[in-house]
């Protein structure tokens, strides 16, 4: 039984913690009910631990030289690992989890069970401030009952509290099919929440020597409607106000309730520093003064832009062209469409540190990022704030297809100012409408009906519309139902998988039933999609 949290049960626990979740990230990643192929949450875990263990490789052990204590060197190692290694939302939470405890320990000369609980407690802090619109019923909702199990505990015995904090969370994991109806259908847990009990499980066989009782394996059952989640604005706010902040980890907490209460889109993202850090505040207003004055009450604001969204560009502003684009995309014949872009190209599902990498490697003092994906954009926006602590200044357009990063890049104005070049990016993609056609991997229940393995699906927006057999007439299908809506150019990318002549053919259709819509088609050499749609 260990009194206190020494350095060498940190390095314990993550291996633990690392070891236990490869063991569960088959189950944990079942546990999504989306039927498509694609990053799943314990992977990405798994992929985040790993960075943090390598970050504690690479230390050796050495004394810390940042001032801290023994402990807090290595818990920051271990924070600052994930970090740079966060894959998905999953990855980006844990990573804020793991800095929140470092934030708070760090300077605490022998962490015992009421200081670990005090720590719990910030991580939980962290890991809600990581989230623009935080969902109970999540890995939040976990790592939120931990903390308040921890505190509750009431005790120096850190074996009793982290216990507490265990049990707490396993609880809370129980119960998350009843916050979130999407689990209750499908008969599952929150993935996220799940290797976060794992970890915490890990911690308490690290502290006290003894393995607690693990969770049972969520039961398999039937998928709820295959839908993805957008984090889009309300068009009631007229205004978006953007501004760094150097403030307090309090004044920041004032802040972001003062301003949720005013407009929506909030995000606000600090650099983890001690005291008074940099925080960059983003939200859609229609009170752009008190949204101001807001910031200027919880510390100093600078660098403030305002937009309003129904304004025309102003006249270009001739400037050097210091600016880059970094996009995410798989694919061969994608990679060298968004090259002959001029754009920097990083493979599907990367790490904060990966995008971070490609970022400094342009050169460029403003960069623009593509994530064509809602995980990726999470990975974007960390990968975007360490940046800005570089030097670099990042805008992350929210792509959720390759197709929308080409309108966004076909848009690109180097006279322009680069706040209203970004601006006009994000209406190009935001126009340009997407779809997907691949074949279901898994049984679910859809919102177009119930689909099996080899179905073909088309989703529309992240949204599954068409329950097909034959790959050809669903996709000319989708194309109809785009259509239906308007555009005036359709793009067309082929997958590594399409059979022959699948492109040629839907094109065909377009031009014989579309006459005046113009076509574009590309080989895009994308796996799982044989072909993504772009309607503009």
Not at 445 to 460: E, F, H, K, N, S
Not at 516 to 531: A, D, I, K, R
Request: glycine content about 10%; overall charge negative; hydrophobic content about 45%.
């Amino acid at each position: 039984m260990l009194d206190t949290l020494d350095a060498a049960a940190v390095r314990r626990w993550c291996a633990s913690g690392l070891a236990v979740l490869q063991r569960h990230q088959g189950e944990i990643d079942d546990l999504n009910v989306f039927p498509v192929p694609d990053g799943d949450t314990g992977t990405n875990l798994v992929l985040t631990l790993t960075s943090a263990q390598q970050a504690l490789a690479i230390d050796l052990g050495t004394l810390p030289d940042d001032g801290h204590t023994p402990h807090g060197h290595t818990l920051r190692l271990m924070a600052r690992g994930a970090l740079l290694g966060a894959r998905g939302n999953s990855g980006v939470i844990l990573s804020q989890i793991l800095r929140g405890l470092a934030d708070t320990l760090a300077p605490v000369p022998a962490v015992r069970g009421r200081q670990f609980a005090v720590g719990l407690t910030a991580a939980a802090t962290a890991a809600y401030a990581a989230v623009a619109q935080p969902v109970e019923g999540t890995l939040l909702t976990v790592v939120a009952a931990a903390a308040r199990a921890a505190e509750q505990a009431d005790s120096d015995d850190l074996g009793t509290v982290v216990r507490a904090a265990a049990g707490a969370a396993a609880r809370a994991l129980a119960r998350t099919p009843e916050q979130l109806p999407a689990l209750a259908r499908a008969g599952v847990v929150d993935a996220g929440g799940r290797g976060l009990c794992l970890l915490l499980d890990a911690l308490v066989e690290v502290v006290t020597g003894q393995s607690p009782g693990q969770l049972p394996p969520a039961p398999r059952a039937v998928r709820p409607p295959a839908t993805a989640v957008r984090e889009t604005g309300s068009p009631a706010y007229a205004y978006e106000v953007q501004y760094l902040l150097d403030a307090t980890d309090e004044a920041v907490a004032r802040l972001r309730a003062e301003l949720a209460a005013l407009g929506d889109s909030l995000v606000i993202v600090g650099d983890g520093g001690p005291g008074v850090g940099t925080w960059n505040v983003h939200v859609h207003v229609n009170d752009v003064g008190a949204a101001i004055e807001a910031g200027v009450v919880a510390g100093r604001p600078h660098r403030i832009t305002v937009t309003r969204f129904a304004d025309q560009a102003p006249p270009p502003i001739p400037l050097p062209d210091g600016r880059a684009a970094v996009v995410v995309a798989t694919g061969a014949g994608i990679a060298e469409l968004f090259a002959a872009e001029g754009a920097t190209v990083v493979p599907a599902n990367p790490s904060t540190g990966e995008l971070l990498d490609a970022i400094r490697a342009t050169g460029a003092p403003r960069v623009v990022v593509l994530p064509n994906d809602p995980d990726t954009q999470s990975v974007a926006n960390a990968a975007a704030q360490e940046a800005h602590r570089l030097g670099v200044k990042v805008s992350v357009v929210p792509t959720r297809s390759p197709v929308q990063a080409l309108a966004a890049l076909a848009v690109r104005d180097p006279s322009r100012r680069f706040e209203d070049d970004v601006i006009a990016m994000a209406e190009a993609a935001g126009a340009c409408r997407y779809a997907e056609v691949c074949h279901a991997g898994r049984e679910a229940l859809t919102v177009a009906g119930p689909c099996r393995p080899g179905d073909v699906l088309a989703l529309v927006e992240g949204e599954v519309h068409l329950i097909g057999a034959d790959l050809l007439d669903t996709c000319t299908a989708v194309v109809d139902r785009m259509l239906g809506g308007g555009g005036e150019l359709v793009t067309l990318l082929c997958g590594a998988d399409a059979p022959a002549g699948l492109v040629d053919r839907v094109r065909e259709h377009v031009e014989r039933s579309w006459p005046f819509v113009e076509v574009q088609s590309y080989e895009g050499g994308q796996p799982h999609y044989p072909l993504l749609v772009g309607v503009e």
